[in-house]
């Protein structure tokens, strides 16, 4: 059984910063990809990164490239999300999800593993 746990999110003025934390448990993701996306009222889930764990290759939504960054810590078997230069438009519940394949998908339904979400609010 693979738990994800996400941890790290709050509000957050814009033009401000955070950092989110998925912490996996249950499985080495030696050969998998890890996944942030993200949901606000309203709307359907959104990709946000992603990052194929076993060579560390990233992908971005367009709207949060060169404001965010994925990275990984394998000692630790935790994903990060670095958010910097947040938005309101940020504004969000975020998950963490992974893979068992070593395509980084943008679509939620190549993921079958969540966690259960961190809120993420940025004022203006």
């Known amino acids: 059984q693979v738990q994800l746990v996400e941890s790290g999110g709050g509000l957050v003025q814009a033009g401000g910063s955070l950092r989110l934390s998925c912490a996996t448990s249950?499985?080495?993701?030696?050969?998998?990809?890890v996944g942030w996306f993200r949901q606000a009222p309203g709307k359907e889930r959104e990709f946000v990164a992603g990052?194929?764990?076993?060579?560390?290759?990233?992908y971005y939504a367009n709207s949060v490239k060169g404001r965010f960054t994925i990275s990984r810590d394998n000692a630790k078997n935790t994903v990060y999300l670095q958010m910097n230069s947040l938005k309101p438009e940020d504004t969000a519940v975020y998950y963490c999800?992974?893979?068992?394949?070593?395509?980084?998908?943008?679509?939620?339904?190549?993921?079958?593993?969540w966690g259960q979400g961190t809120q993420v609010t940025v004022s203006s």
């Open positions: 999800a992974a893979s068992d394949t070593i395509v980084v998908f943008t679509t939620p339904h190549g993921y079958g593993y």
């Open positions: 249950g499985r080495t993701f030696t050969t998998y990809t």
């Open positions: 990052i194929r764990w076993s060579d560390g290759t990233t």
